[in-house]
């Protein structure tokens, strides 16, 4: 089975600007989950999706949005980007079984720099 | 709410050393707990998990046992090798009827190990 794909791996913005990062999960995954991870904060929870729906979400700004597909493909959306949004973007997907035991699969993450 | 603290690094051994590295958690009910790794230029990989109390969890040769008592979850090897040189991650997820995804990580410690 592929793993969880990234796309795209490496990105270069400016202030201001707005950014898409997009995740494709296992196939057969229906949850998505989406984490910012910086030398200063670590590893934080952006927010879960599952089934298109938001489940749960962290605590960042409203600058950061999510949505996820029908073929549970999600993507990130980052508005009016700071410097501050530079980080690792890792995404992670589960197949979210009754339970709630699995693990999480992660992608290789984009890395964001913002000037 | 929920957290993880382990200890700060860098750790540095020479091959086939013994290696612990300190993990306690805060949380409410009876959360599931991991230790991930992160080798350089990648994504989080999981190492290994375990569930409920007094469960060890282990893998490549790594252990660690869940215990309720002191909130801990201690990452152990008895021998390292220069190839575990990476950023290991504790972390620990609520089981809330499945209804929550969200993983909580500890800060990252570096290992380095030297030939």
């Known amino acids: 089975k592929a793993g969880v794909t990234q796309t795209p791996r490496y990105l270069i913005k400016t202030r201001g600007q707005q950014v898409t990062l997009s995740c494709s999960p296992i196939?057969?995954?229906?949850?998505v989950s989406w984490y910012q991870q910086t030398p200063g904060q670590g590893l934080q929870f952006l927010f879960e999706?599952?089934?298109?729906?938001?489940?749960n979400k962290g605590n960042f700004p409203g600058r950061f949005s999510g949505r996820q597909f029908s073929n549970s493909r999600s993507e990130m959306n980052v508005s009016t980007l700071e410097l501050g949004d530079s980080a690792l973007y890792l995404c992670?997907?589960?197949?979210?079984?009754?339970?709630?035991?699995?693990?999480?699969?992660f992608g290789p993450g984009t890395r964001l720099t913002v000037l | 709410g929920n957290s993880v603290t382990q200890m700060e690094g860098p750790v540095t051994l020479s091959e086939e050393a013994f290696l612990t590295i300190n993990c306690t958690y805060t949380?409410?009910?009876?959360?599931?707990l991991f230790w991930y790794v992160q080798y350089p230029g990648e994504g989080l990989q999981l190492l290994l998990k375990?569930?409920?109390?007094?469960d060890k969890g282990s893998n490549k040769g790594f252990e660690a046992t869940y215990r309720k008592e002191t909130t801990s979850f201690h990452l152990e090897k008895g021998s390292v090798q220069v190839s575990d040189s990476a950023v290991y991650f504790c972390?620990?997820?609520?089981?809330?009827?499945?209804?929550?995804?969200?993983?909580?990580f500890g800060k990252g410690t570096l290992l380095t190990v030297n030939p």
């Open positions: 992670a997907s589960s197949p979210r079984s009754i339970g709630g035991a699995d693990e999480q699969f």
């Open positions: 196939s057969g995954h229906r949850s």
């Open positions: 999706y599952f089934s298109e729906t938001q489940r």
């Open positions: 949380a409410t009910g009876y959360p599931s």
């Open positions: 375990a569930t409920k109390a007094d």
């Open positions: 972390a620990l997820r609520e089981n809330s009827g499945g209804s929550n995804y969200k993983l909580t």
